[in-house]
């Protein structure tokens, strides 16, 4: 079991940065990949990062891919999320996840932190 807790978030300007955290808890951290995760108003989740569990594999969606940045801490069980260039359309809840196996579903997932950018 993995409990996940996200923080960070809050209201930037256009072109702004944030760094979103998430604090996991247990020992077995080090052995997830992890993802980051948003869902905007009226929109569906969708996917934004992953990294694997070593850190040594990252992917993003296309449209952060440059702008953000994922990484982990496995000795402080915390991934992060350096979000930078900030643009209103990255407004949304963000979430991270903790993922067993590479190709199946994430098993956890925390709940959520809000980042919105203002025009």
């Known amino acids: 079991q993995v409990q996940l807790v996200e923080s960070g978030g809050g209201l930037v300007q256009d072109g702004g940065s944030l760094r979103l955290s998430c604090a996991a808890s247990?020992?077995?951290?080090?052995?997830?990949?992890m993802g980051w995760f948003r869902q905007a108003p009226g929109k569906e989740r969708a996917f934004v990062a992953r990294?694997?569990?070593?850190?040594?594999?990252?992917s993003y969606e296309d449209s952060v891919k440059g702008r953000f940045t994922i990484s982990r801490d496995n000795a402080k069980h915390t991934l992060y999320l350096q979000m930078n260039s900030l643009k209103p359309e990255d407004t949304a809840v963000y979430y991270c996840?903790?993922?067993?196996?590479?190709?199946?579903?994430?098993?956890?997932w925390g709940q959520g932190t809000q980042v919105t950018v203002s025009s």
């Open positions: 996840a903790a993922q067993e196996k590479s190709g199946l579903p994430y098993n956890y």
């Open positions: 247990g020992r077995t951290f080090s052995t997830y990949a």
């Open positions: 990294i694997s569990s070593s850190g040594l594999s990252k």
